[in-house]
């Protein structure tokens, strides 16, 4: 597959994933394909009431976990559809911007078929899920934060990543984790921050 054809594919599968999960289009999409890099544009795909819940601090948050659970769903869409077609596609990242109502999927490119993403989304740890007591959705593996100390505690990667993106801030002193302080989470509060705060250590990197 050249690659325009790669691009022409990948967004009317996109287009499509949209459609099926949003009931609309995004008012723009652009696909680009490049020497190792496999990056799918986005903008104009929040609903008239995603905006407006927007001015709410926690309806932000929740909107921001929504999405990035939605749209993760995007990649073994993508993936499996690529793998027919001689296509491999790994290392699956979404950046989410709901202020600009923008997102970047980004995948890298690699010879031969690549992984199976249908198999990779379905893994889950040999004891099962564990449920992030930030947003109470159950995740395994590939999802996770784990802690080092207690090992049936976690946090999702996305409401990690979501909590990293808002500026870091502790949800107990309200002042930021920065460099070397050691994380945390606070189950009782559904909050993430210094583990000199209190809390249970969850995994930084």
């Known amino acids: 597959m050249n690659r325009q054809e790669l691009e022409q594919s990948v967004g009317n599968l996109a287009r499509e994933f949209f459609r099926a999960k949003l009931g609309r289009i995004p008012e723009f999409l652009e696909v680009r394909a490049g020497e190792r890099l496999l990056i799918v544009s986005v903008k104009g795909f929040l609903s008239r009431a995603d905006k407006v819940s ?12 929504r999405y990035a659970r939605l749209f993760g769903h995007m990649s073994p869409l993508v993936g499996a559809a690529m793998s ?37 989304e379905r893994a889950i740890w040999p004891f099962g899920k564990i449920r992030c007591p930030v947003c109470r959705e159950q995740f ?9 100390r207690e ?20 949800g107990r002193c309200g002042q930021p984790v920065t460099g070397n302080q050691a994380v945390a989470v606070f189950p009782e509060q559904r909050g993430i921050g210094h583990f000199d705060c209190g809390g249970v250590p969850v995994a930084a990197h």
Request: charged fraction near 30%.
């Open 54 to 65: 927007m001015e709410r601090a926690t309806a932000q948050r929740d909107l921001e976990h």
């Open 84 to 120: 027919t077609k001689g296509a491999g596609l790994c290392d699956f990242q979404t950046i989410l911007d709901l202020r600009n109502d923008e997102c970047v999927f980004v995948w890298t490119l690699v010879e031969g078929p690549g992984p199976s993403f249908s198999r990779k």
């Open 140 to 148: 395994s593996k590939q999802e996770m934060r784990l802690s080092p």
């Open 151 to 170: 090992r049936r505690v976690g946090v999702c990667r996305y409401c990690f990543d979501g909590w990293s993106s808002r500026g870091r801030k502790c």
